[in-house]
């Protein structure tokens, strides 16, 4: 009777163990510097590039206009693990940098970056690296699905850093 008890208990604090662990569902973030600090971000959802520029006077985040069909499931992804790598780099905190960044980069159908352009400066050069190295180090995003249609798709993403 107290072997079943004792199993139980080890289970238990198993488990509590396992689920209290941060997990890294969507890709592995070990690509980030462990010696660069990292300051946090949030995810802004907005519609189009135009809106989330009329609305960044106070937010900071991510926001993509996507020119084709993609499914929902495939953008919050792509957008989580693009947020997952993206960073703040301390020197430009440092020194004070913060701006609007926006890139337009184009996937093929298996989710590979095939082209990357820097199409809006912040107006410093760490910023936007930060931004491209985001998406360059997410990438691939994964094979579309069939309901996405097939081909080339242009995805232009704004990122905004603030300072508080």
Same mark, same amino acid.
Request: glycine share 6%.
């Given at each position: 009777?107290?072997?079943?008890?004792?199993?139980?208990?080890?289970?238990?604090?198993?488990?509590?163990?396992?689920?209290?662990?941060?997990?890294? =569902?969507?890709?592995? !973030?070990?690509?980030?510097?462990?010696?660069?600090?990292? %300051?946090?971000? @949030? #995810?802004?959802?907005?519609?189009?590039?135009?809106?989330?520029?009329?609305?960044?006077?106070?937010?900071?985040?991510?926001?993509?206009?996507?020119?084709?069909?993609?499914?929902?499931?495939?953008?919050?992804?792509?957008?989580?693990?693009?947020?997952?790598?993206?960073?703040?780099?301390?020197?430009?905190?440092?020194?004070?940098?913060?701006? =609007?960044?926006?890139? !337009?980069?184009?996937?093929?159908?298996?989710?590979?970056? %095939?082209?990357? @352009? #820097?199409?809006?400066?912040?107006?410093?050069?760490?910023?936007?690296?930060?931004?491209?190295?985001?998406?360059?180090?997410?990438?691939?995003?994964?094979?579309?699905?069939?309901?996405?249609?097939?081909?080339?798709?242009?995805?232009?993403?704004?990122?905004?850093?603030?300072?508080?």
């Amino acid at each position: 009777m107290l072997r079943p008890i004792i199993f139980l208990g080890i289970s238990v604090l198993l488990h509590v163990i396992v689920l209290s662990m941060p997990w890294n =569902v969507l890709g592995e !973030s070990s690509r980030i510097k462990l010696d660069e600090q990292l %300051v946090p971000v @949030r #995810l802004v959802e907005r519609p189009t590039v135009k809106r989330m520029a009329r609305a960044m006077k106070t937010q900071e985040g991510i926001s993509f206009d996507v020119k084709g069909r993609l499914s929902a499931d495939y953008i919050d992804q792509m957008k989580a693990r693009i947020f997952n790598a993206w960073v703040y780099p301390r020197k430009a905190i440092d020194m004070g940098y913060y701006g =609007v960044v926006l890139i !337009s980069f184009s996937l093929d159908d298996m989710g590979n970056v %095939v082209s990357l @352009r #820097l199409e809006s400066t912040s107006g410093h050069d760490l910023l936007d690296k930060a931004a491209m190295d985001a998406i360059k180090n997410a990438a691939p995003f994964g094979p579309r699905t069939e309901d996405t249609g097939h081909g080339q798709l242009s995805i232009t993403a704004s990122f905004r850093y603030v300072l508080e």
